[in-house]
């Protein structure tokens, strides 16, 4: 069966910090990839998704950046974190073939300090 | 642009009744549809889908009602229990401009069960 990683769970970061998220998908290939972002009260917003390795599609600017090195591996990054930022990150996966429903993993709640 | 609206952030419903889940969406040219229930501090988990060809779905206590003239689906949920509450969000997806498909998530919609 399929399983997705993602972690850490939780992190509190200085502003101006990096940051790195990383999402690991097991028992498929060539996953469809994404990460969401819901901040506090609101609905889940599609920071960026990838059809494949090193393809990434971006939904909002922002301060952040996605990229995809390995098939089932999907990484969120940033040079340097914003107050905004904050927030419980999703990443999730779902089959390449046509529409299909997406799975997600526990998300990682981010405070920026 | 909110392209998937939940009007309602919280519903409040006895045990045993029907619990309905409205959801609004502007883009036509989504074709499919789904519902994700949410417990605090864990992603959603899929529940229910449709597809644009279709108007009624069912799974269980689960059916989703799709009204494409109106652009209108709903979550039904009957009977209601106390482990059905938590956050029930609604999606839409279409073809993305890359390939692959895009979801765009509604609100979502807080429903308690009482007991």
């Known amino acids: 069966s399929q399983t997705i990683h993602q972690w850490p769970a939780t992190l509190v970061q200085p502003v101006g910090s990096p940051l790195s998220l990383e999402c690991t998908v097991e028992g498929t290939s060539n996953p469809n990839l994404y990460w969401y972002r819901q901040a506090a009260g609101r609905g889940l917003q599609l920071l960026f998704y990838s059809v494949g390795i090193g393809q990434i599609s971006s939904e909002v600017p922002q301060n952040l950046s996605a990229s995809r090195p390995q098939d089932r591996q999907f990484i969120l990054s940033s040079k340097k974190l914003l107050l905004s930022d904050s927030g419980f990150y999703l990443c999730?996966?779902?089959?390449?073939?046509?529409?299909?429903?997406?799975?997600f993993g526990d998300g990682t709640r981010l405070s920026i300090l | 642009d909110q392209q998937v609206k939940q009007n309602s952030p919280s519903l409040s419903v006895q045990e045993g009744r029907i619990s309905i889940l409205n959801c609004d969406y502007t883009n036509s040219m989504f074709d499919y549809f789904l519902w994700y229930k949410k417990y605090p501090a864990e992603g959603p988990t899929f529940l229910i889908s449709?597809?644009?060809?279709?108007d009624k779905n069912e799974d269980g206590r689960f059916t989703v009602f799709l009204n494409k003239s109106a652009k209108h689906l709903s979550l039904h949920i009957v009977p209601s229990q106390p482990g059905d509450s938590a956050v029930y969000f609604c999606?839409?997806?279409?073809?993305?401009?890359?390939?692959?498909?895009?979801?765009?998530f509604g609100a979502g919609t807080r429903l308690f069960v009482k007991a």
């Open positions: 449709i597809s644009s060809i279709k």
């Open positions: 999606a839409a997806s279409a073809r993305g401009n890359t390939g692959g498909f895009k979801t765009i």
């Open positions: 999730a996966w779902s089959e390449v073939r046509g529409n299909q429903p997406q799975h």
